[in-house]
């Protein structure tokens, strides 16, 4: 069968395409970067399998270079992280650009993961997501529409924000909307769900809400959270966490953005709870318990096999989300911060040492600056530290860094290149390269910033005296310390 799978690098999409591939299909994978899309965990007689087509749904698709032999097309693009009040216009346009491609494509069927939609009020983020069923609903193609609330595994907001909350706070003053009940399903479970509906037409323009056994409210879901980790937490209700408190409660406990909380919180305030309905049974399924679930996604948390997250979600300061058109560099109207280290040790473990950057291993000098410099981006609205990464040593192109994102890296020249994502009268990049000259090899450090006006020339100024002794202290560190670095 072959399947087209938009949202390819997004965290259901990752988790999606090797179950498809192990099928046996053929997957076109739209993405808006193709440096995003990472295969590295996919088995190597299965990457044939897999045809990549770079595609931005914002915009029209160019029909002409488009795949059009198709079976069945997944849905799964949603702007909610990127935004807190335009994304709902993003969100219909993406979808009509899809339909109007797909519409003149082979395929059968669209399949539509989303949110339960059965209160008749409903947050920005939940009509927003009906708005684009409806308009996929228009498509001459089938649609089966799945519609789910929480979503529990590894690397999933939701979880993360729980973790986060449980983790760092014995005590917790929460708004009244931790009562709001939902069905949390397992990542595995919807993953289930999505294979399973290929192609049966008895789910053919139809919607089925899907979801976890037990009926839960975010407070039991945190408490049960602590159970299972053996931790012993207090939460204590109050009547005058307005929204935007609410929000802000989020953005600074958690490694949410700001934007996303404030979504999140909107969404949060509804109940989310199941429609009764006999796909479970058809497919298979039956879904695990909310502890299942949580025991399931530490399982993977600590064996590093943590697939994706939502952070790696492409989420840039750029108003594209592109990566490519950050990846050359500028040479012009720039501020550059050069240094230079000759090693006087295998390159390889200076490498282990660039590859593992930031997350818990941290920036290898001045940690307490760069966690200030966190703490201000949180300030003033920016991501901040928290994001951390994905996983300990392994690092791909698109995926989240602290507050960078990762543009590039090659392990076979040694070479990876950061954007910053937090918030700057500018733009910033920061470069490791290690090069061959003659007999010895060269570790290259290069910070550079392009300023936006005076306040970007007058911000490279003043951060310039914590350069000297960041960058400085962080070049010799990652080239002197051994294997595996701090």
């Known amino acids: ?54 595609v931005d749904f914002l915009e029209k698709v160019n029909i002409q270079r488009a795949p059009a032999d198709i079976d069945v097309a997944y849905y ?51 009509k927003s997501r009906l708005r684009v069923e409806r308009i996929l609903e228009e498509s001459k193609v089938h649609l089966t529409a799945l519609r789910a609330g929480i979503i529990i595994g590894s690397g999933s907001a939701s979880f993360e924000i729980i973790r986060d909350l449980v983790e760092k706070l014995p005590i917790m003053i929460a708004p009244k909307w931790i009562k709001t009940k939902c069905q949390p399903i397992a990542i595995r479970d919807v993953i289930l769900f999505l294979t399973g509906v290929l192609l049966r037409e008895e789910t053919f323009n139809k919607n089925f809400d899907i979801g976890g056994r037990e009926v839960l409210s975010y407070r039991d879901m945190m408490l049960q959270y602590a159970e ?12 005058v ?3 935007r408190l609410s929000s802000y409660w989020l953005y600074f406990v958690t490694s949410v953005t700001y934007p996303l909380a404030v979504n999140l919180v909107s969404s949060m305030k509804v109940d989310v709870l199941v429609r009764e309905n006999d ?12 502890k299942e679930a949580v025991e399931r996604a530490f399982s993977k948390i600590r064996q590093n096999l943590v697939i994706s997250s939502w952070k790696d979600a492409l989420v840039t300061t750029s108003s594209s989300g592109s990566l490519t058109e950050h990846v050359q560099v500028p040479e012009y109207g720039c501020f550059t911060d050069k240094k230079k280290w000759v090693l006087d040790r295998p390159s390889s473990e200076v490498w282990d040492n660039i590859r593992a950057i930031g997350g818990q291993r941290g920036w290898y000098y001045g940690s307490w600056l760069w966690k200030l410099r966190g703490y201000l981006d949180k300030l003033v609205g920016g991501i901040g530290l928290r994001r951390g990464r994905t996983h300990p040593t392994d690092i791909h192109a698109g995926d989240a860094l602290d507050f960078w994102r990762v543009l590039s890296i090659d392990h076979s020249g040694q070479r990876l290149l950061l954007f910053a994502e937090m918030k700057l009268p500018g733009e910033a990049w920061l470069e490791f390269d290690i090069r061959k000259e003659g007999e010895r090899e060269v570790l290259y450090q290069t910070a550079t910033f392009r300023p936006h006006g005076l306040f970007g020339r007058l911000y490279w100024y003043g951060v310039l005296p914590f350069h000297f002794f960041v960058f400085n202290g962080m070049i010799r560190n990652l080239a002197e310390f051994g294997r595996g670095g701090l």
């Not at 997957?27 to 399998?49: E, F, G, M, P, T």
């Not at 693009?77 to 082979?106: G, K, W």
């Not at 399949?111 to 947050?123: D, F, M």
């Open 241 to 243: 966490m307005t929204p």
């Open 279 to 290: 796909l479970g049974s058809k497919l298979g399924v039956a879904p695990m318990s909310y």
């Open 228 to 239: 299972v980790r053996q931790l012993k937490r207090w939460i204590f209700t109050v009547p």
């Open 76 to 126: 799964l693009i949603h702007s909610m992280s990127s935004s807190i009040s335009d994304f709902q216009e993003m969100e219909a346009q993406t979808a009509r650009n899809f339909v109007e491609y797909l519409d003149q494509t082979t395929a059968k069927q669209i399949i539509y993961l989303t949110g339960i939609v059965n209160e008749e009020r409903l947050s920005l983020h939940l």
């Open 1 to 54: 069968m072959k399947i087209l799978l938009t949202g390819a690098t997004g965290y259901i999409g990752k988790r999606l395409l090797p179950v498809l591939l192990e099928e046996g299909h053929q997957v076109i994978a739209c993405v808006r970067d193709q440096s995003s899309l990472d295969l590295d965990n996919i088995r190597r007689d299965r990457k044939k399998q897999v045809e990549v087509f770079e």
